[in-house]
């Protein structure tokens, strides 16, 4: 059975910090590239930043800079890293594993990260 559990999330003011971090189980994490992804209501779910198996990295423009991913394959962990948060940053943090090879993915239930201003 594959698990995805989030933790981190919360209540900040602007301009803190949170690290968010995805546990996976029942999978080969090495086989994986996970990634962070949030959704507001009314809103599609939108990539904040992903991580491939050989450590490569990807982020959304309004994150560059803000934010670091980055994994542990021994602890099958990914972790998000976000600095100098904005009231915009507000959002349901969902992590996500996606297979390298195939189309299987796998997401987890969702951190809420709520910025006050």
């Known amino acids: 059975q594959v698990q995805l559990v989030e933790s981190g999330g919360g209540l900040v003011q602007a301009g803190g910090s949170l690290r968010l971090s995805c546990a996976a189980s029942g999978i080969i994490f090495s086989m994986y590239a996970p990634g962070w992804y949030r959704q507001v209501p009314g809103k599609q779910r939108e990539l904040v930043a992903e991580?491939?198996?050989?450590?490569?990295?990807n982020y959304a423009d309004s994150v560059k800079g803000r934010c670091t991913i980055s994994r542990d394959n021994a602890k099958k962990t990914v972790d998000l890293q976000l600095n100098n948060l904005k009231p915009e940053d507000s959002a349901v943090y969902y992590c996500?594993?996606?297979?390298?090879?195939?189309?299987?993915?796998?997401w987890g239930q969702g951190t809420q990260v709520t910025v006050s201003s």
């Open positions: 991580i491939t198996s050989g450590g490569a990295t």
């Open positions: 996500k594993m996606k297979h390298r090879q195939t189309a299987l993915a796998f």
